[in-house]
């Protein structure tokens, strides 16, 4: 067994490592050109506004919850779904076919916590939150381009109120937030 | 050395054997360890690569004969063969750039983790009776937590590149791997019950029978059901088309890799490769023989231990899973991309009560007829 | 934290990994190196997780120890556990702290140096506190070689649908999971009403 694990885990540093030999070999054979015009961060074209480290949506939440459950449930399934067919054939055990009430039992009453989540709506996916507009409460230490009020400010008074959020809704510092009426 | 010489003898792994049989009388058994660790590296990041090469060839001479074009035709001679090779040189010859805004460190610890992962979960698969790395006891098992380890990569790369759209990538990448897990695992309890075995190797093993075609896909009626299920959950997990919003370069450009290029951003492409051949080997693994076919059935019973038999099983295997990237690539021209919203539907509200009722299903049948 | 400090700090935990991969080659060979660097993983992803200034980055640190601590497991023989750690924590978890990280303000917290020392000097005084009153009385058993691990996962999936086994916690984890499920995705939810805009109203 930690034979096994052990060729496992070198293999997984052989991979890690792989990625680091490649980039030096890279640096090393690469012709060098100095220029700092493709590190900016690509906006089409545009110039970079803001960072991209913003306040993501709640749905995510949901979504990673209800897998924590589930994630938790195959690891209870595994083992036992891994001995059922002997069991139920009676080689490894005397429980014989009460094996399968027990698996039905587990199975059915997660079964209803997905039939309740489903019936409460968490599931469904578009629910249109209106994100707070948020300010730092202190200064940030990373350098910003131009900020997203800088912009607002600017071109003034041009947002539209019925600003949608169909994609991922997420405000980057409230540029999708409902404007001021 | 007490942890190795403890395995190393009972192993059969092929590796260890055939440099036990070469090896002089006496070296210890460390020194085994380490060259058959040392000759199965080279294999893997060989096969690895080859794998992610034609797979990138064939993906391109794929869609090119679906739009009636050719796909590359000129570098290497015969049907553009060497495009990938060229490219690599090229990708290798490329500026390594790190946007300035980015996170630097976790912008380099990404690609890394997300191969590491994926040849940590290649361990597992075994290609022919004694031609495996390790015979990991809960082969399958690894494999699903490898796959989810790759998911922190991605996210570690979108969220280091300090980029919108890689940020979007990056989180639609989690939620869907994340909702498509879940059928994923519950889909494999079924040949699991029929197997029970959680080894890639045992349930290889197990599928010899009548001409090489005691498939676990003809045991049980509910095994087919539960293998579109596992196919669509692979889809998604391998962020494959319909499901590559992570990387949709119609609206988020190139999704969570979008700062990246050059050899860095060669990784990445490298890992979704060797996911899809990974999914589609577990497929052929659980539901359709494995190693098994007619073709290896012909050997007779004394020669299944030759080095002929050997490779015949290693290509069977290889030929299903190739099947199996062909069907994805297929796919990619055929169906349009989901929006994000039909994807966590199709996930939790569909495809895993499916997959519990897959499973119900397949242990009545289980109990009552086998 | 300072950026000044960040290179020594990083330093350090490399001479502190090195130093348990050498103790552990050391006193116990292989199994010794493996028994370092996951210690080593988990001690540094924790770390790391007090440490670093941005949370997101504290968040993927935590890969490291839920990582390292799968080693632990699996160097107990308890190769099922160990699997099912980097499976739900690693996949799961993480992928729920990530995203809880990411609800919360970007902002970059300051941490103060006193804090987090103070806070290292507390924690190693709790465990030189309970290691005190465990030392005399638990007996260690010390081995010099990993033995042969005695229970196989078939034997867990028997022991979970065996009556005289563990059949009444199985379905009562199915139970609690199911109840866990509804629970926290009802809080998540009265946490989602608390995003709508507070000050729409006012605008109206």
């Given at each position: ?73 195959i690891?209870?399934?595994f ?103 | ?120 979960a ?18 399958l098992f690894l494999i699903l937590a490898f796959s989810s ?32 897990e879940?059928?994923l695992g519950?889909?494999l ?93 577990v ?88 | ?82 699997v099912?750690?980097i499976l739900?924590?690693?996949g ?113």
């Open positions: 067994m930690y034979f096994d694990y052990l060729n496992a885990l070198v293999f997984a540093s052989v991979g890690f490592v792989f990625v680091f030999i490649n980039v030096i070999i890279g640096s090393i054979i690469r012709p060098r050109r100095k220029g700092t015009q493709g590190l900016e961060v690509y906006e089409c074209g545009e110039e970079t506004l803001g960072d991209a480290w913003i306040k993501f949506d709640i749905r995510y939440y949901t979504v990673a919850l209800v897998y924590v459950i589930f994630a938790v449930e690891g209870f399934l083992p036992v779904f891994g001995v059922f067919g002997d069991i139920v054939s009676g080689q490894t055990s005397t429980i014989g076919n009460l094996a399968l009430v027990h698996v039905l039992v587990f199975v059915v009453v997660l079964f209803f916590g997905l039939v309740a989540v489903w019936a409460k709506g968490d599931l469904d996916w578009v629910m249109t939150y209106k994100a707070r507009e948020w300010e730092p409460s202190r200064p940030r230490r990373l350098p910003l381009a131009r900020t997203v009020a800088d912009l607002e400010e600017e071109q003034s008074a041009t947002d539209d109120p019925s600003g949608d959020d169909t994609d991922e809704g997420t405000t980057s510092e409230g540029a999708e937030a409902p404007a001021t009426a | 050395m007490n942890l190795m010489a403890l395995e190393a003898a009972t192993t059969g792994n092929a590796f260890t054997e055939l440099l036990g049989g070469i090896a002089p009388e006496g070296t210890p058994t460390w020194a085994l360890w380490l060259g058959a660790a040392g000759a199965g590296v080279g294999i893997l990041v060989a096969f690895v690569s080859l794998v992610a090469m034609f797979s990138v060839w064939l993906e391109r001479k794929v869609s090119a004969h679906i739009q009636c074009r050719y796909g590359p035709m000129y570098a290497g001679g015969w049907h553009g063969w060497a495009q990938t090779l060229a490219d690599g040189v090229k990708l290798l010859l490329k500026e390594d750039m790190i946007p300035l805004g980015a996170d630097k460190p976790l912008f380099m610890l990404a690609p890394a983790l997300v191969l590491g992962a994926i040849f940590g290649l361990v597992a698969l075994p290609l022919a009776p004694g031609f495996f790395f390790a015979d990991v006891n809960m082969g380890l790759t998911t922190i990569g991605v996210v570690m790369a979108g969220w280091a590149s300090n980029s919108k759209w890689s940020l979007y990538g990056a989180m639609r990448e989690a939620a869907q791997v994340v909702a498509y879940v059928p519950v889909s309890f079924v040949p699991l019950m029929v197997a029970g075995t959680f080894s890639l190797t045992e349930a290889s093993a197990a599928q010899s029978g009548w001409f090489g075609m005691h498939w676990f896909i003809f045991q049980n009626p509910f095994m087919l059901p539960a293998f579109i299920i596992f196919f669509i959950a692979a889809l998604a997990e391998t962020k494959r088309a319909p499901f590559d919003l992570p990387e949709a370069e119609s609206e988020l450009v190139a999704g969570f890799m979008t700062e990246y290029s050059g050899i860095r951003w060669s990784f990445f492409f490298m890992e979704e490769y060797a996911a899809m051949f990974l999914m589609s080997a497929g052929a693994v659980f539901f359709f023989g494995g190693y098994h076919s007619p073709l290896t059935a012909l050997f007779p019973e004394e020669a299944t231990t030759g080095l002929l038999y050997q490779l015949v099983c290693a290509g069977t295997l290889i030929f299903k899973s190739f099947v199996g990237v062909f069907v994805m690539m297929w796919l990619r021209w055929t169906l349009p991309r989901l929006r994000i919203d039909q994807v966590m539907s199709m996930g939790y509200k569909y495809l895993t009560p499916l997959a519990l009722v897959c499973v119900l299903g397949a242990a009545i049948w289980e109990t009552i007829f086998a | 934290m300072d950026d000044k400090l960040q290179k020594p700090f990083y330093a350090a935990l490399g001479v502190i990994t090195l130093g348990l991969l050498g103790w552990g080659a050391a006193s116990a060979g292989a199994q010794g190196i493996a028994f370092g660097l996951f210690t080593a993983l988990t001690l540094g992803g924790s770390l790391i997780c007090v440490w670093e200034r941005s949370v997101v980055r504290s968040a993927f640190s935590l890969m490291g120890t839920f990582t390292g601590v799968a080693g632990l497991f699996l160097l107990l023989g308890a190769d099922f556990l160990a099912a750690q739900i924590y690693v799961g978890i993480l992928a729920l702290i990530l995203f809880g990280v990411m609800l919360s303000p970007p902002d970059l917290a300051e941490r103060k140096l006193s804090r987090v020392l103070g806070g290292l000097a507390l924690m190693l005084g709790a465990v030189a506190w309970v290691g005190s009153k465990v030392a005399g009385t638990v007996a260690w058993a010390t081995t010099d070689e990993l033995p042969e691990p005695t229970t196989k996962v078939d034997e867990i999936g028997v022991a979970f649908l065996d009556p005289e086994g563990y059949v009444v916690p199985f379905e009562l984890a199915a139970m609690i999971l199911t109840v866990a499920l509804v629970a926290a995705v009802y809080i998540a939810r009265r946490k989602a009403s608390d995003l709508t805009d507070p000050r729409a109203e006012e605008r109206a």
